[in-house]
């Protein structure tokens, strides 16, 4: 996709977290045109550029720049080579660890210019080794798609394992204190070190306190009163600590969706911790506690897995050509489906997260909702739980396994 975008796009930027893989794409990209990467991670890098922006990107293009943020500036230099030399595509790729929105005006002087992609953690499928398709299966032939699919041997335990370790490559890797070690340590540094760069912030142990209080919230609605009365701070500042947090990739904002269909429909946007491993640690949640199956521990593990199936549908709508539109849909009755794809023809995919093994009439209430709703836009309505069958439950409702979405679905 990359390099389909730098035949026609002039300056791409690789947005995300931290350590999800960007540079690696970046070098790689970088190695396939013959060019270097100039690292602004690099502090004397990072000093050479910003003495001299305008020479660093005289060179040969594409320019493959990492973590752009650090110097802001190389954004004006970019601007003023494509409008000497028209606009060029490929003339740039960059990338960065915080949205380039939220960084000063002053370097905002690509817009209409730059094409945004956004690198999430990896995602099951991407550590597994398959291919992740259902969302394109369902779109085409949602019959076939669940004709398609055998039973499923994952267990709850499987869940709770690939919850816990969430996509960052380097906590995949580790196991237990190691693992715990790594999320802190990154969790420490994007407080301590990325925030105070976007000079925005110097509440710093607030920023923290703020983010464990929205990761209580991970798969619920944003309840910010919430935060302002137990943080003892006015809703302005919390507001402005919430997109902090969201420039910095740790925490996504996942709009209400479909406010036009109902009177009633609900306004408020739900709160997810970016990855479900760095929600769990958060929450000082392990394998072991979400092993056990009292109703708290059952609460914190839907919650979760909510977060994990979110998650993992946001990266596969992010690598899709068509655009959509995501968000979730509530009513002021508690009718909800945690994940809504609108497409830009009216089609809608939704899909519910159970956490049980069994999905009964009422857990199917939202999606039955929905369909009334939309009538035949409804393509099908998916309700995901941590059983072993796919079934059509009724018209265009479906109840499959969580591991369907990274099997590859084959239609032939």
């Known amino acids: 996709m990359l390099d389909a975008l730098a035949g026609v796009e002039p300056v791409i930027a690789l947005h995300g977290p931290r350590s999800v893989g960007k540079s690696t794409v970046l070098r790689t990209f970088a190695a396939g045109r013959e060019v270097p990467v100039i ?3 690099d502090v004397a890098v990072r000093d050479a550029v910003r003495a001299n922006p305008t020479l660093t990107v005289s060179g040969k293009t594409p320019l493959c720049i990492d973590e752009y943020q650090h110097v802001p500036e190389i954004l004006d230099a970019i601007k003023a080579r494509l409008n000497r030399e028209i606009t060029d595509p ?8 915080t949205r380039q929105d939220a960084l000063p005006r002053t370097a905002q002087s690509l817009t209409g210019r730059i094409h945004r992609i956004n690198i999430w953690p990896l995602s099951q499928g991407e550590l597994h080794g398959s291919h992740e398709n259902l969302i394109e299966s369902l779109r085409s032939d949602p019959a076939a798609t669940l004709a398609a699919q055998p039973q499923s041997s994952t267990t709850r335990s499987d869940y709770v394992d690939r919850i816990a370790a969430g996509g960052f490559p380097l906590a995949v890797i580790r196991q237990g204190a190691d693992r715990n070690r790594w999320f802190d340590n990154y969790l420490r540094d994007s407080i301590l070190k990325d925030a105070s760069e976007l000079e925005r912030i110097r509440q710093r142990q607030l920023v923290a306190d703020m983010l464990n209080r929205l990761a209580a919230q991970t798969a619920q609605v944003l309840n910010l009163s919430n ?13 402005e600590h919430l997109r902090l947090l969201e420039d910095l990739f740790l925490v996504v904002r996942l709009p209400a969706w479909g406010k036009t269909l109902r009177a009633r429909a609900a306004a408020k946007p739900k709160i997810h911790v970016v990855d479900s491993g760095l929600a769990a640690r958060l929450l000082r949640i392990t394998p072991a506690n979400l092993g056990r199956l009292d ?8 919650h979760l897995l909510e ?7 946001r990266k596969h709508v992010s690598w899709m050509s068509e655009p959509v539109t995501t968000g979730h849909w509530r ?11 609108e497409f830009d023809d009216g089609d809608v995919l939704a899909f519910e997260v159970k956490s049980g093994e069994r999905v009964n009439r009422n857990d199917l209430r939202g999606l039955r909702k929905l369909r009334e709703a939309l ?14 069958r796919s079934y059509t439950a009724e018209d265009r409702i479906h109840v499959m396994p969580v591991d369907r979405l990274w099997r590859t679905v084959d239609l032939r």
């Open 90 to 97: 490929g003339t740039a790729v960059l990338t960065g660890s």
């Open 307 to 313: 977060t994990f199936v979110v998650g993992e549908l």
């Open 331 to 341: 009513t002021h009755d508690k009718d909800e489906v945690d994940f809504v794809v």
């Open 227 to 239: 935060v302002t009365d137990a943080l003892g701070v006015d809703r302005k500042t919390a507001e």
């Open 375 to 388: 009538g035949n836009r409804l393509i099908a309505g998916v309700a995901f739980s941590t059983g072993s």
């Open 295 to 302: 109703p708290t521990v059952m609460t914190e593990f839907g």
């Open 39 to 41: 690292d602004l991670d």
